[in-house]
């Protein structure tokens, strides 16, 4: 079954998610690269980026279930790695709410 690309928050909603989402990504200093259906997010090993990617994929996969969510956490020091895809109509999405800001 095909899930509609459209987020179930209101413009509202929305805008004040992204706000939140930016100052907290942008504290803990996180990059981004393209993957081909979608983009990958790399964040410090730390307790707080941990804790802000496992909220982040709770919110998001409610108001989004188009998209695909895969933490990453290796052993050690390693950063870990949130990867956001989806169908390629879902891309620009994620480009457009995560990673404008980068």
Request: hydrophobic fraction near 45%; charged fraction near 25%.
């Given at each position: 079954?095909?899930?509609?690309?459209?987020c179930t928050?209101?413009?509202?909603?929305?805008?004040?998610?992204?706000?939140?989402?930016?100052?907290?990504?942008?504290?803990?200093?996180?990059?981004?690269?393209?993957?081909?259906?979608?983009?990958?997010?790399?964040?410090?090993?730390?307790?707080?980026?941990?804790?802000?990617?496992?909220?982040?994929?709770?919110?998001?996969?409610?108001?989004?279930?188009?998209l695909n969510?895969?933490?990453?956490?290796?052993?050690?020091?390693?950063?870990?790695?949130?990867?956001?895809?989806?169908?390629?109509?879902?891309?620009?999405?994620?480009?457009?709410?995560?990673?404008?800001?980068?």
């Amino acid at each position: 079954m095909d899930l509609p690309i459209a987020c179930t928050l209101t413009e509202t909603a929305r805008r004040e998610r992204r706000q939140t989402i930016m100052d907290s990504f942008r504290r803990i200093g996180v990059t981004v690269a393209e993957l081909p259906d979608g983009y990958a997010y790399t964040f410090p090993a730390t307790s707080e980026a941990f804790m802000q990617i496992t909220q982040l994929v709770d919110m998001e996969r409610e108001c989004c279930p188009f998209l695909n969510f895969k933490i990453v956490v290796e052993a050690g020091k390693e950063p870990m790695r949130l990867e956001i895809t989806g169908p390629n109509e879902a891309k620009s999405v994620i480009a457009n709410f995560f990673i404008a800001f980068l």
